[in-house]
């Protein structure tokens, strides 16, 4: 009996040394990989100076930027990991060389990255932004030091005045429960203040993934050759280069005989779109035919068909919830992998689900950069701040620790939610997860159709030429025998 025992015990350790060191692997690899895209887009001049305490204070901010840049990204994947390895299990159940992977590392993997997550968003990050602003107190010796005890009284005045408000506001929801839990820390109020925030990153993901999947069309257009209907390349290359030689001289006249000319910077702006419009007719020439005629529509085909998939699998997760309260997301313990897929079409439709969750991330990502009040966030190579870093990496650790939670409350997969991630209080809400269900299948709707229209429109009044005309006459009063008259003599 006590053998049996011995056995047991060392089983569990061996397993629990594997999955740390699987887990350390993953993270490693993580973190070296987000290390290199924020050394590429850091500002050189902020870490190369004459000050070295300066420079080893951002270089400390960078690293903690970048664990918490390591933690967004295995957010993101922890569904599709998850999936997969469901799929693996269920393709090669008594595989030997798949026993490390179960649930227990699965579940393991879950767990580390909310705490994680709530360690980067609470501690890390704000402690990160208070010791690149800190110079130490008045009076004391200034240093490396003085600079991380000014930043760690001001992270404790920042705790102490978020517990206060965490605490006053769950006394307004629940009174009984918020004094019988006021010194309750661990196990109530930081689930709480967690659980706020992945509200408020769900809600960032509602706005921002509708505007995403309507701007992943023109960002992936403006990555592709497109074909023009009724365009002669050749013939508007010269026009265009003859266009950029004639304001070029223009130009060059214009400041050596007079530099105060007013009208300078205007022709600038004009000889500069001259240039870009030849460099764009120049890179359209050299395409091939393949890829002009063909890439391009099977981008936006793809693009189309993945935006349409996510809009039908919400609407299939409303009727769901009219008709079945179990499709309401919910926690769970043991994840139970290998039994059964996540998916009724098998493993096709689990790679479905796992594009589909990327695609709706990416899509989020493209909407929040784009939207007027996040563009000042948006990285460049080269001539980003450890501000703006530090911004970006606590919104792209909101969106994608949401983004589990996201996914299963539009039902794109049938993975429920493990660890902590299914504590939350609003999972269960039915007229919450429903309205919720109801806004993004709208938001996306209309930001579809209203993408697909204008882009129909905008290539129909350039492929006849509508686009040259004047500003003071209005192309929807343009009637229709003008266009086919105009579009005959161009095939002409």
Not at 20 to 48: D, G, N, P, Q, W
Request: charged residues 15%; glycine residues 6%; proline residues 3%.
């Amino acid at each position: 009996m006590e053998t049996d025992d011995v056995s047991v015990r060392e089983q569990l350790f061996h397993n629990r040394v594997r999955e740390t060191i699987i887990c350390v692997l993953l993270f490693s690899c993580l973190y070296m990989v987000c290390y290199l895209v924020l050394a590429h887009f850091r500002k050189t001049a902020e870490f190369v100076t004459d000050d070295s305490e300066d420079a080893t204070v951002n270089k400390i901010a960078l690293w903690l930027c970048t664990f918490t840049l390591s933690v967004a990204v295995c957010a993101v994947l922890l569904l599709p990991i998850s999936i997969l390895s469901n799929e693996v299990l269920l393709s090669f159940p008594r595989s030997y060389y798949m026993q490390w992977l179960n649930g227990s590392l699965i579940h393991g993997l879950w767990n580390l990255v909310f705490l994680f997550s709530n360690l980067s968003l609470v501690f890390l990050m704000p402690f990160a932004y208070f010791f690149t602003e800190s110079e130490g107190f008045a009076g004391s010796k200034k240093g490396v030091m003085a600079r991380v005890y000014e930043a760690v009284v001001l992270l404790l005045l920042l705790a102490l005045l978020v517990l206060g408000m965490v605490w006053v506001a769950s006394a307004l929801l629940h009174d009984r429960t918020a004094r019988e839990s006021l010194y309750d820390l661990w196990e109530y109020y930081l689930p709480y203040l967690y659980s706020g925030i992945s509200l408020f990153g769900v809600l960032l993901l509602l706005l921002c993934t509708p505007f995403g999947l309507s701007r992943m069309f023109s960002v992936t257009g403006s990555l592709l050759v497109k074909p023009r209907l009724l365009e002669d390349v050749e013939d508007a290359l010269s026009c265009s280069s003859f266009e950029e030689d004639s304001l070029s001289r223009k130009l060059h006249g214009g400041e050596s005989s007079c530099r105060a000319r007013p009208n300078v910077e205007a022709m600038k702006k004009e000889h500069q779109a001259a240039r870009s419009e030849r460099i764009a007719l120049e890179t359209r020439r050299k395409a091939s035919p393949w890829q002009r005629n063909l890439g391009y529509p099977l981008a936006m085909l793809v693009l189309l068909a993945l935006t349409v998939a996510c809009v039908l699998m919400v609407c299939f997760n409303v009727l769901e919830l009219l008709l079945d309260e179990a499709a309401l997301p919910r926690g769970m313990e043991d994840p139970r992998l290998g039994m059964a897929s996540f998916s009724m079409f098998g493993s096709l439709g689990a790679a479905v689900q796992v594009l589909l969750i990327l695609y709706l991330m990416v899509s989020s990502v493209v909407g929040f950069y784009s939207s007027p009040l996040f563009t000042g966030l948006l990285p460049r190579a080269q001539d980003t701040n450890l501000t703006q870093m530090i911004g970006n990496c606590v919104s792209l650790l909101i969106l994608s620790s949401a983004l589990p939670v996201f996914s299963r409350t539009l039902g794109i997969t049938r993975f429920d939610l493990l660890g902590d991630f299914g504590r939350y209080n609003w999972l269960g809400n039915f007229y919450v997860v429903f309205m919720y269900n109801m806004m993004f299948a709208g938001l996306t709707s209309a930001s579809l159709i209203k993408t697909v229209t204008w882009a129909v429109q905008r290539e129909l009044i350039r492929a006849f030429g509508l686009h040259k005309l004047p500003l003071t006459v209005s192309r929807s009063t343009v009637p229709f025998r003008l266009l086919l008259a105009s579009g005959l003599s161009k095939i002409h």
